[in-house]
Structure formats: C-alpha cells, structure tokens
C-alpha cells in the first residue's frame, strides 16, 4: 500500500513542478510578482491589447517613477524598457507587427492567464467557498497537465475539447428545436 501512495505523491510533485516552472505561475511568483501584476494589469486591458513597444517601455518607465515616489521597493536599476525585454524572455510579453508596421508589445496567453486567477482571486468576498477553491485547484491541475514541450500535443488537447463543445451545442441544438427551451437551471417546454 506505501508504494502505491509513494507512487501518487511523487507523481503530484512532478506534475505540481512542472505547473510552478510554467510561465503563467512564474509570473506570479517571488519577491516582484505583485509588481508585474500590478504593471502589466495597469498597461494592458480588455481594450489595450497591445502596446506600442517606446510607448510600454515610457508607460513601465512612468509605473517606477510613481511607485518610488511612494516609497515602493522596485527591482534595482531597471528601466522599462529592460524590464520588458526580460518579460519577453520569460514568456510574458512578447513583441509582434502591427497592421501599421510598428513594433507593439503583447500579452502571452500564460500572462492572460496569470492575470485572469489575480482577477477572480480578488474580487471582493465574505468568504472563499468549497467550490471555488477546487476549481481553482482544478484549474491549477489543468495547467499542470497541460505543460507539455511538445506544441502538437497542446494543438491535440486543443482539437480535442472543441469537438466536446461541439458535440455539446450540437445537443443543445436539437433540444431547442424539439420546442424546449433552455433555462437556468434546465430545460422546459417552450
């Protein structure tokens, strides 16, 4: 019986290691995960998606100056524009053309992600629920599951849960047009 539980539990470590070394977690983690939090959900937004590389470098550059004026420790002579480049190379940002030709700064959809658990995290509540804390749970083992070298096995996850949705809609579909209705919380004749 030990072997088998030794067997699960080196199995969790590895897989909660390999969720931890992705660029999602490592955004969040250490001594200046609030200060990249903070900065990139100050520059970015559902409506600034991509940043004009000078202007994210003045924007960063704008972010320390304020922050040390309020006697905030900041990440030692480091200017935006460094900074960027290191957040590049950590898979947080990366650097993409415009339709216009220019240089813009993006967010990685592991720094979407990171941003994402920040978000829903903080949003103001009396109390975290059973529930919430094993989705988010959950979602950390998705993302252990998914940390993969290989881009082709990420495309195949991929394909894969789109059929599922679409078998799924193809479901709902046929309800709907039998004459029922869809309602939260079920299904009744229309």
């Not at 390999?18 to 409506?47: I, N």
């Not at 922050?67 to 960027?84: F, K, N, Q, T, Y």
């Not at 990171?114 to 993302?143: G, H, K, P």
């Not at 940390?147 to 309800?175: F, H, K, T, W």
Request: aromatic content about 6%.
């Amino acid at each position: 019986m030990a072997g088998g539980w030794m067997s699960r539990v080196v199995g969790e470590l590895a897989r909660a290691g390999d969720a931890l070394a992705r660029p999602t977690l490592r955004l969040l983690d250490g001594k200046w995960g609030s200060f990249r939090v903070a900065v990139l959900r100050s520059a970015f937004s559902r409506d600034q998606r991509s940043i004009q590389v000078n202007a994210l470098h003045a924007q960063v550059d704008t972010y320390l100056g304020e922050m040390i004026g309020e006697g905030i420790e900041v990440p030692a002579s480091e200017s935006g524009r460094a900074l960027c480049n290191t957040w590049v190379k950590n898979q947080w940002l990366y650097r993409d053309n415009a339709p216009d030709g220019s240089l813009v700064y993006s967010l990685t959809s592991s720094s979407l992600e990171a941003l994402d658990l920040i978000q829903n995290l903080s949003r103001d509540r009396a109390l975290v629920s059973e529930s919430r804390l094993t989705m988010i749970l959950d979602t950390v083992r998705r993302w252990a599951t998914e940390a993969s070298a290989d881009p082709q096995d990420r495309v195949d996850r991929l394909n894969a849960q789109i059929r599922e949705l679409e078998v799924e809609r193809e479901a709902l579909g046929s309800v709907c047009a039998r004459g029922f209705r869809l309602e939260h919380g079920g299904i009744s004749p229309a």
